[in-house]
């Protein structure tokens, strides 16, 4: 019935989220006009009069994803429906909990979600996430060049560009500098300083310390308050006549 009443003509959409919108629109629709056959009455006042023998709704939603046990293997991950899926380097050698929903694949140890992860949807579609490796790149900086978290990881598009537009051949290491940065500076304020050093065009390491100085910089700028001075603001009246006898006196030198 579904089939029929939101899929007749096949919608075309951008999202998910699109198509579910696009779905329960035209299920309400068809609930608020339709009426079948043998009843005289909409489907929309039928439920309203049976809303009342109804029993009520639980009080948690349901859960409809599926858990499963996995082990966090040596290279920090789950796998899932062959997928891999990293996990932070405490976890490696446990047992975890993982809950698998149509768009999110969640870990739990010892009921603590651990990470979450989007699903992937094809056999290679692996879910490395870089800063999970930092410690192991720290200890073998060797690895940083080929490493696979770094050269696949899932990473915001700004990290994601800085390794696209970085020309240096040590830009893996730059990269997981810029990563332990994220140590001691909150997410928002280290993407903003590598979007600003990607606009350059040649970013590096040493610009995005440039563009975080200036931010500290502007901050300590702004916390600065002089009390109890008077600043008189200068008057600049005596200029515009000076200009303008300048004017008047070019005109009559010119006829």
Known sequence: MIRKIAFTPMPWVESYQELQEHVTQKCIQYCMSHRIKTRSRTIKDMLEEEKRFLLPLPAYPLDPSEEVKANVYPDLTVRVGGIKYSVPPEYAGTSVTV??????????????????????MHPSDHQYIPEHYLEILQRKPRAIKNAVPINKGVMPVEL????????????????????????????????????????????????????????????????????????????????????????????????
């Open 99 to 120: 809950k698998v929903s149509p768009f999110n694949v969640d870990i739990y140890h010892l009921s603590k979600l651990v990470w979450q992860h989007k699903k992937g």
């Open 160 to 255: 994601a560009n800085f390794l696209k537009l970085c020309k240096d051949r040590d830009k893996n290491v730059q990269f997981v500098n810029i990563l332990l940065l994220a140590k001691k500076l909150e997410t928002d304020t280290l993407l903003w300083a590598v979007k600003q050093a990607n606009l350059t065009g040649c970013p590096s390491y040493d610009r995005v310390c440039f563009y975080l100085e200036l931010l500290e910089k502007k901050d300590d700028t702004a916390d600065v308050q002089v009390e109890g001075v008077k600043v008189r603001s200068a008057d600049l009246k005596q200029y515009d006549n000076l200009i303008g006898r300048s004017q008047t006196t070019d005109e009559k030198a010119d006829s």
